[in-house]
């Protein structure tokens, strides 16, 4: 039996042997004409050779379509008999193009698969309005499920910056429906994450010892709504990359982050903006004594470079234009498309190297902290040059300095304050005592520290 010639919406394959070039096949008809049909154990001429089929068979097939695909599609797959033998039919189809395959994408060619440009993706991005089928769709949840806090604080900030008009009175609804995030009495997708009570979304963060990042000396789970865990993440990774103490010309202290905190804000925002939220995603900020990265589970546009849209001005590509629009309204974007510039000129400004990565279904963007690469929970903190305290490392000059403010301050406050760990700030205080710079007087927990 022969089913006729393949086409642009028809694939043979002879088995499940070729399923990774098959993924190709697969995503380049996603993006020419939005379905088409995948068969396995047909020959490339028609011919029915027939499959093994075993019980694992079809899993196999669904979780490498799963895997491959991006965004995520749920084809119909099933075992087909045609003249006595078994096939493997995948019928799949999808709106929410363009589609990769393993991260790249592709293009139909009557019945070949071609690689697109970097230029054709582009257009494509332009030309498709991706937000109208995901972001726009409702959800089953209602004004019960709002985190009214952080809604309140989006508008009194969007208000605040000149971005969104202020009400006559403060009125939820309005305000959701306004923003385009909910209707007929239910959230939008894009509403239900950026605002939900609901903790639809997903931020690990870690702190390794070394680089390999085999052992951990802190790791948390958070659930939230994207505002939630910006604030949430933003906080976490200052608490735990060093500072610095410098004096301006008024002798006013100065305390001055390894990386700069307004670019690491940029790229953590752009993560939650960017992020594919049709999976079962996570965020992720892991801290190793040499580096910080913020992954994003959303694929970055293939061909395409962080440099490239901040030297080259690049049209953004947004994945999330409701998120990203409202985002913009609080002013947590600046300006579409601007944020890889800014932060690549802040950080060519303090000299702070940067990389990104893309893998399979995401993006990692990578701050490379100072030369030295120790980590606060690390025995002693890189030495501070500009400190005025000679001698002492970074750790010691802020022990030094928070003393000086405050000589009641308890291990755990100098902790806090220094973004160290206890044990650090003990080994700092022994080291202050011994080269007799501070004394403590009284006992351990109702005493002070006298500083010389």
Not at 27 to 53: C, E, R, W
Not at 100 to 109: A, E, I, L
Not at 143 to 171: H, I, W
Not at 244 to 253: L, Y
């Amino acid at each position: 039996m022969n089913l006729g010639l393949e086409s642009e919406t028809l694939e043979f394959k002879k088995t499940t042997g070729e399923l990774d070039r098959a993924m190709d096949n697969l995503a380049s008809m996603l993006n020419k004409h939005g379905h088409g049909t995948l068969y396995f154990g047909v020959s490339p001429n028609g011919d029915v050779t027939g499959q093994n089929i075993s019980s694992s068979s079809l899993d196999d097939v669904a979780k490498k379509i799963k895997f491959a695909i991006k965004p995520t599609i749920y084809p119909e797959i099933k075992v087909e008999v045609l003249d006595g033998k078994d096939l493997i039919r995948v019928d799949f189809s999808g709106t929410e193009k363009p589609y990769s395959s393993f991260g790249k994408y592709y293009k139909r060619v009557f019945d070949r698969t071609e690689e697109m440009t970097p230029e054709e993706l582009k257009r494509m991005m332009a030309e498709t309005d991706r937000q109208s089928y995901w972001e726009n769709n409702l959800t089953k949840y209602g004004l019960e499920s709002v985190d009214n806090e952080t809604l309140s604080k989006f508008y009194q900030k969007a208000v605040s910056c000149g971005r969104l008009e202020p009400m006559s009175k403060y009125d939820d609804v309005e305000l959701l429906t306004g923003l385009g995030l909910y209707d007929q009495g239910k959230l939008t997708n894009a509403g239900y994450y950026l605002f939900s009570n609901r903790k639809p979304v997903v931020l690990k963060m870690a702190v390794y010892v070394t680089d390999e990042r085999i052992g951990f000396s802190d790791i948390q789970r958070l659930e939230g709504n994207i505002y939630s865990l910006i604030r949430d993440g933003f906080s976490y990774i200052k608490n735990h990359i060093n500072w610095s103490v410098e004096f301006g010309s008024d002798t006013a202290r100065i305390e001055v982050p390894e990386i700069p905190v307004e670019a690491v804000r940029e790229i953590l925002v752009n993560s939650f903006a960017h992020a594919n939220y049709r999976d079962l995603t996570e965020n992720e900020i892991d801290i190793t004594p040499t580096r910080v990265e913020i992954y994003n589970p959303g694929e970055f546009p293939s061909g395409l470079t962080p440099e490239m849209f901040a030297r080259q001005r690049i049209r953004s590509m947004p994945r999330n234009k409701s998120i990203l629009n409202t985002l913009y309204k609080s002013k947590d974007v600046e300006n579409f498309g601007a944020g890889f510039r800014k932060v690549y000129e802040i950080c060519g400004r303090r000299q702070v190297r940067v990389d990104s990565s893309s893998g399979y279904g995401g993006f990692s963007f990578v701050f490379f902290r100072n030369a030295l690469g120790k980590s606060p929970a690390e025995d002693g903190a890189p030495k501070n040059e500009n400190s005025s305290e000679k001698g002492m490392n970074q750790t010691q000059a802020l022990v030094y300095q928070y003393l000086k403010e405050d000589p009641t301050c308890t291990r755990q406050n100098l902790a806090d304050r220094a973004g160290r760990s206890v044990r650090t700030i003990q080994r700092a205080l022994d080291k202050l005592s011994a080269e007799g710079k501070i004394r403590r007087i009284g006992s351990p927990k109702y005493g002070y520290w006298e500083v010389f």
